[in-house]
């Protein structure tokens, strides 16, 4: 099979694997929002679903992801959105989808990341590069970890944090790489500093 071919089977399979999980996340909101009354039990049941299905888009994201960048593509920085809300928004997601991990996931936003806190575009490098830093650390950790998702401002960069307690080895995961390889494209950096994992990406290219 040629580079080409392969290329375009697995952007059939990214495609087909997108569909059914679409359609689980529109039942699981139509559910939320039928007539019929849920208990407690039942709402978190279907919200964990719901929840499930946005890491199944995470790691569908990343197979598309990691297929422009080995095609040496820069996938082009398009949606809005505030660093604030983006960052929990997915964590609280994710902290539904790893419920049984029972983490105590917290955001932080500096003064100066919020200063500024409107994307006007790239709102979604921001999402999967958060998304990525969750799930590798709550996949990994023991029941009980404290996790801390982290957005500052620094020497014109955006810096997306994490800290985390109770994690076992065995690296950050690939979605981390990926991520971090997405970032160096776009001329930023990665890393590990005072024991948190940390992505940053340059200013402009969300302006």
């Known amino acids: 099979m040629t580079i080409g ?27 939320l929002r039928s007539a019929t009354p849920l208990d407690e039990k039942q709402r978190r049941f279907i919200e964990g679903i719901g929840a499930s299905c946005k890491v199944l888009f995470i ?8 297929q ?20 929990r928004s997915t964590a609280r997601q994710l902290e539904r989808a790893f419920a049984s991990k029972k983490a105590v996931v ?13 994307l006007k575009r ?4 921001i999402e999967r590069t958060a998304a990525n830093l969750l799930v590798a650390a709550l996949h990994t950790s ?3 970890a404290e996790v801390t998702l982290s957005a500052d401002r620094e020497n014109g960069e955006i810096v997306i944090g ?16 990926l991520s971090a390889r997405l970032a160096e494209k776009c001329g930023g950096r990665s890393g590990v500093e005072d024991g948190r994992l940390f992505i940053a990406f340059p200013e402009e290219i969300f302006a």
Do not use: M
């Not at 790691?59 to 990691?66: A, V």
């Open 122 to 125: 790239g709102a979604e490098f």
């Open 142 to 144: 023991d029941e009980g």
């Open 106 to 118: 917290r955001v932080t936003c500096s003064p100066e990341a919020l200063r500024d806190k409107s």
């Open 5 to 31: 071919a392969a290329g375009e089977t697995l952007s059939r399979w990214i495609h087909d694997l997108k569909a059914p999980v679409t359609a689980v996340e529109g039942y699981t909101q139509l559910l």
């Open 68 to 87: 422009e960048l080995d095609q040496d593509n820069l996938p082009a920085p398009t949606e809005f959105g505030e660093i604030d809300d983006i960052l």
């Open 59 to 66: 790691l569908i994201g990343n197979l598309k992801l990691e």
């Open 162 to 177: 994490l800290t985390a307690t109770h994690v076992a080895p065995g690296g950050p995961g690939r979605g981390f790489e």
